[in-house]
């Protein structure tokens, strides 16, 4: 006779699964990172319209990585309305005069109206109505983001600036990765491959790296480009650790995940996408204007 006040197996806490680190993965992420970093950095040198074109592969990227793992129930209309609106956010950045943001504001603004039509124009009901639009919208903001370097480089002074964040973002998720192949323990989460280590290194090297560039670059002082460089290295391992926590949470919630290349490549994506607006809003108003 079993007894009723014995432990069910609802009663025993259970214990994480920790996922082994793959090296080769964690190599390869700090490999596309350093592409990511190398492609900016020399189109930022070129000529507007060369750049442009660079972003916009980085912008196309995004776009296809970021349907690609929301899987919103109509991917057509996220897909479509970031390569339109990734198109029209570079060609401003590149032409339009005088300077400023308010052209990349009307884009937005664009894109916002472009999802809503598309989400109206639907033929397959309104399922999951508010998940697609906030995958449309996510990606319209990720694309314009993306092209404000573009206009940082039109500033007096905006490509060394430019260049030290740059670095100091790609440099802190190339480390990052690095360090998690090498002191994946202690881990940030049991259920997340990634190592406390570095992310600490990542902001650190990040942040020297971009100081040095001061002294190398004609251009910011070292001590503001390490402050500029903190704050776009700290944003830019931040937003890469939470794409991995995003897909973590998808495969323990049993929702389908994306193949392994996209949603790897997704992190240093994001990662440059929420670091440019920290790169122009410092280079504008920090850096070039001595605020």
């Known amino acids: 006779m079993s007894n009723p006040l014995a432990p069910t197996d609802d009663d025993v806490p259970r214990v994480p699964i920790a ?43 995004l776009v296809v990585c970021l349907v690609w793992t929301a899987r919103p129930s109509a991917p057509w209309i996220a897909l479509s309305t970031g390569l339109i609106t990734a198109a029209g956010a570079d060609i401003l950045a590149v032409y339009h005069r005088p300077l400023s943001l308010a052209p990349l504001a009307y884009i937005t603004a664009g894109a916002f109206g ?10 397959d009901g309104r399922e999951r109505l508010t998940d697609s639009f906030a ?24 490509t060394q600036i430019l260049d030290g964040c740059l670095l100091a973002a790609g440099t802190a998720v190339i480390v990052a990765r690095m360090s ?30 971009s100081a040095y560039s001061g002294v190398l670059l004609v251009g910011p002082s070292p ?16 937003a890469d650790l939470g794409v991995t926590y995003s897909n973590v949470a998808r495969r323990l ?10 949603r790897h490549a997704l992190g240093p994506l994001l990662a440059f996408a929420l670091a440019a607006p920290m790169a122009y809003l410092i280079g504008v108003l920090y850096l070039a204007r001595g605020m």
Not at 20 to 46: D, E, H, I, K, N
Not at 135 to 158: C, D, E, F, K, W
Not at 225 to 236: D, E
């Open 19 to 61: 996922p082994p680190v793959r090296r080769l993965v964690c190599v390869a992420v700090a490999a596309w990172a350093g592409l990511l970093t190398a492609s900016l950095v020399v189109g930022a040198q070129m000529s507007h319209q060369f750049f442009g074109l660079i972003t916009f592969a980085v912008q196309a990227a």
């Open 114 to 123: 472009l999802t809503v039509l598309g989400q109206l124009l639907r033929r």
């Open 135 to 158: 995958v449309s919208l996510t990606v319209s903001l990720g694309v314009v983001a993306l092209a404000m370097p573009i206009a940082l480089t039109r500033h007096n002074g905006g």
């Open 180 to 209: 998690d192949a090498t002191l994946p323990l202690p881990r940030i989460a049991p259920h997340v491959a990634r190592g406390a280590f570095g992310i600490v290194l990542g902001a650190m090297v990040g942040t020297a790296v």
């Open 223 to 238: 001590t503001r480009a390490a402050v500029a460089g903190l704050i776009v290295a700290v944003t830019a391992v931040l």
């Open 253 to 262: 919630a049993g929702e389908p995940v994306a193949p392994w290349p996209v």
